[in-house]
């Protein structure tokens, strides 16, 4: 199955995923350094290393399932019984972002 960690009413991971982020901004990263995952999503590497590759964490009640495997997030994205809900995104964001997401 699929793990992760616990379900934190009501704000699922958030708090311990802004921990994570306080805690890489709070280290200089060194000069030509490209591996930036570490920084932009130290929770991923974090829950990755604990609970594996796929792993599922919260977003306040919604879930989030982290998918390593660009043929797994096709099968899931080209799923025909619409069981994947895009999510719905802040309208300032798709100003940035646009709709290819």
């Known amino acids: 199955g699929i793990s992760g960690p616990p379900l934190r009413l009501p704000f699922g991971n958030a708090r311990e995923i802004v921990r994570f982020m306080k805690e890489a901004q709070a280290k200089p990263l ?3 350094h490209h591996d930036f995952v570490g920084r932009v999503l130290p929770h ?3 829950w990755t290393s604990l609970y594996g590759k ?3 964490f919260w977003f306040g009640t919604q879930p989030r399932l982290a998918i390593p495997k660009p043929e797994l997030i096709r ?3 080209l799923n025909p ?3 994947f809900e895009r999510p719905e995104f802040n309208p ?3 100003l940035l972002i646009g ?3």
Do not use: Q
């Open 92 to 94: 300032l964001s798709r």
């Open 99 to 101: 709709d290819g997401l």
């Open 30 to 32: 060194p000069a030509f």
């Open 81 to 83: 019984k619409g069981d």
């Open 75 to 77: 099968e899931v994205l």
């Open 44 to 46: 991923y590497i974090h």
């Open 54 to 56: 796929c792993c599922l």
